[in-house]
């Protein structure tokens, strides 16, 4: 693969073989200078072949090296944070869910919810805990689940 920013630092990432028109030209002059040098059936076919070779990259582009690419497409420590962040509530949230159907069967049989209610509450306010949310320190639950 090669690997292109523009201006703008979108970055482009095209397999090997494809050139831009500077690099046509290239290729083109030196096959020109070839044949022009002997006229012969064998350069006229390597001019004729650099001549109809198709351009897909814009010549505005810079090329970067591997390293670079792979530096420019990294997530950024927001972007970490943000992801982590957003699965650590995803996971908090089924859980929230799940304890509330286990207040909820606890309830209907009349036994005390109240350390239940307090675990809900401790996983709603996960996200507020200092560190959060490279550093989480999860709540235990008051006792074994009854159910699904």
Do not use: C
């Amino acid at each position: 693969m090669r690997y292109f920013k523009d201006n703008t630092n979108q970055l482009y990432a095209y397999e090997d073989g494809l050139l831009t028109s500077t690099e046509k030209q290239i290729q083109v002059d030196a096959a020109q200078v070839a044949y022009d040098a002997d006229n012969s059936d064998e350069n006229l076919a390597v001019l004729q072949s650099a001549q109809s070779i198709r351009v897909y990259i814009k010549d505005d582009l810079t090329a970067l090296s591997e390293t670079d690419y792979q530096a420019a497409i990294a997530p950024t420590d927001e972007q970490k944070r943000a992801t982590t962040a957003a699965t650590l509530r995803s996971q908090r949230d089924e859980l929230v869910d799940r304890v509330s159907r286990e207040i909820n069967r606890r309830w209907d049989i009349g036994e005390d919810i109240s350390a239940w209610q307090a675990y809900r509450v401790a996983l709603r306010h996960l996200p507020e805990q200092d560190g959060f949310p490279f550093t989480v320190s999860w709540p235990d639950a008051p006792g074994d689940f009854t159910g699904k």
